[in-house]
């Protein structure tokens, strides 16, 4: 059975971080990209990073500088370490990939707030 759990949210105060992790199971965990987006209310989902298998990267522009998104192929895990964090990183983060990146997990919220 395929499951990608999410965990890490919370809530934090503006310039603080998280990290988020994703477990997966169920799947050849590290022969796929994995990304993490976020939707934020009323907005559309949002790629904020992805990692390919041989570890290069890629962010959004509205990220980049401050996530970091790491994977650890023996633990079948991916992570967003999220620094600097702003009211507008408010969002629900979701892990995603597997074959034609049909696998998302459940959602952890992070929310940034004074």
């Known amino acids: 059975q395929v499951q990608l759990v999410e965990s890490g949210g919370g809530l934090v105060q503006p310039g603080e971080s998280l990290r988020l992790s994703c477990a997966a199971s169920g799947f050849t965990f590290s022969s796929y990209v994995m990304r993490w987006y976020r939707q934020a209310p009323g907005k559309q989902r949002e790629l904020v990073a992805q990692?390919?298998?041989?570890?290069?990267?890629k962010y959004a522009d509205s990220v980049k500088g401050r996530f970091t998104i790491s994977r650890d192929n023996a633990k079948r895990t991916v992570y967003l370490q999220m620094n600097s964090l702003t009211p507008e990183d408010t969002a629900v983060y979701y892990c995603?990939?597997?074959?034609?990146?049909?696998?998302w997990g459940q959602g952890t919220q992070v929310t940034v707030s004074s």
């Open positions: 995603n990939g597997g074959p034609a990146y049909a696998y």
């Open positions: 990692i390919p298998s041989l570890d290069s990267t």
